[in-house]
């Protein structure tokens, strides 16, 4: 049957969200314990008010990386040696070093007075990296006007949404995204909701594969599922819902991804949507009550509409290619949104050593740790930390991988 429109109501509407960039420093074990570094220190002669100190501009970047190094010292040194951790050496008293290789990088700084001197090392001070660990929203924002069509069923009934044809799904279509990325979750915009079953079911969200007949949505690949009252509450609130996988999803090849409708009565979600022209056909969709797919751009049985729905994957860089070992062991990353503490799980040994890294949004290092895995499980801190975005980075040899965490 062909699915007609009586009409549409446009509303305007513009949004942005800001990630925390802060960075808070972390309470090591000890006092030696600095943000993100350890301190050592040592000295030859007599015990003397020399004490060797010094601060950096930057600790952290992309290659190549040019770091600023001031002398801080006290008790009057007349001498200055400085080691970068990359087999260089300055005896300036406040030189510039170009780190030009990804790693972490120790720097140590060696006084003298004449007759005593004093080191100090700050372990894994400089971190370089080969580019920042990046995410993105896919499509956002709408390069057109939001709209939401309402169908000739009038009341409840939406293209976008639950209607009288007892649509079971709503999706958009992806095939324009960076190379080696996952979907790490989703921001939807909902333009309606009714909750008045009392029954607050679970709403699904889902990826599909293009495995369908000709293209179409085929096989689900990863769901998560929010409360319906969650969902009235973003829509009250006038922002976005978010839902995050609890393991992200790898991506190869041309994607859709979208929401299953609530099916009881009283229980209805809409989607903005764009306006009609405003997108190409074939990227919006909908399942049919008898499980086909059609876009709703199908001029023959669909509404003949060229929209896309408010569905933004959040995508982030991946370094799955060169993970396969890390992979196999299951890694486990919870809680995720986590608050005072994160725990990495590893479902059984032999990758010693393993070391994890914590970085903010900024690529800045908050936290590094290097486990041997006996027991099977490490434990990050988080207490002082802003709400946002960071990044958990597990490497072992050569091998590594890049999760995603909420500080909330």
Not at 370 to 387: A, E, F, K, M, Q
Request: proline content about 6%; hydrophobic content about 35%; charged content about 15%.
């Amino acid at each position: 049957m062909k699915k007609t429109i009586l009409l549409s109501i446009v509303f305007v509407l513009s949004y942005f969200m800001v990630w925390s960039q802060d960075r808070i420093p972390v309470k090591g074990p000890s006092s030696r314990e600095k943000d993100g570094y350890t301190e050592k220190v040592s000295h030859t002669g007599r015990l003397t008010s020399l004490v060797a100190k010094f601060s950096a501009d930057v600790r952290y970047g992309v290659k190549p990386l040019v770091v600023h190094f001031t002398d801080e010292s006290e008790g009057n040194p007349v001498a200055w040696v400085w080691n970068f951790g990359d087999g260089t050496t300055s005896t300036e008293q406040n030189p510039s070093h170009e780190y030009v290789t990804e790693g972490n990088y120790t720097v140590s700084l060696n006084v003298s007075d004449g007759t005593n001197t004093f080191t100090l090392e700050k372990e894994n001070y400089i971190t370089v990296l080969s580019e920042l660990p990046t995410c993105d929203t896919l499509d956002y924002p709408f390069a057109g006007t939001y709209t939401y069509y309402i169908d000739t069923a009038g009341v409840n009934g939406y293209v976008s949404g639950n209607n009288k044809f007892q649509d079971k799904a709503k999706a958009n279509y992806f095939s324009d995204y960076p190379e080696k990325v996952e979907i790490q979750g989703l921001l939807l915009e909902f333009a309606v909701v009714s909750s008045t079953s009392g029954s607050n079911p679970q709403v699904t969200f889902a990826v599909w594969d293009n495995s369908g007949p000709q293209g179409s949505p085929g096989v689900i690949k990863i769901t998560a599922s929010l409360p319906l009252s969650q969902v009235v509450e973003d829509v009250s609130n006038n922002t976005f819902t978010y839902v995050q996988f609890d393991d992200p999803l790898y991506i190869t090849a041309p994607f859709y991804a979208g929401v299953i409708l609530p099916i009881t009565v009283g229980d209805t979600v809409a989607l903005w949507t764009d306006t009609d022209g405003d997108a190409a056909p074939g990227i919006g969709w909908e399942q049919w009550s008898d499980g086909q797919w059609l876009p709703y751009s199908d001029p023959t049985n669909g509404w003949n509409l060229k929209i896309s729905n408010a569905i933004f994957p959040i995508v982030c860089a991946s370094s799955q290619g060169m993970e396969s070992l890390l992979r196999a062991e299951n890694i486990l990353i919870y809680p995720n949104p986590a608050t005072d503490q994160v725990t990495v799980k590893f479902d059984r040994t032999g990758l010693s050593p393993v070391k994890i890294s914590l970085y903010n949004i900024m690529g800045g290092l908050m936290n590094t740790t290097t486990s041997h895995l006996s027991p099977s499980s490490v434990t990050i801190p988080l207490d002082g930390y802003t709400r946002g975005l960071y990044f958990i980075i597990i490497e072992a040899g050569n091998q590594k991988i890049t999760r995603k965490i909420h500080v909330i």
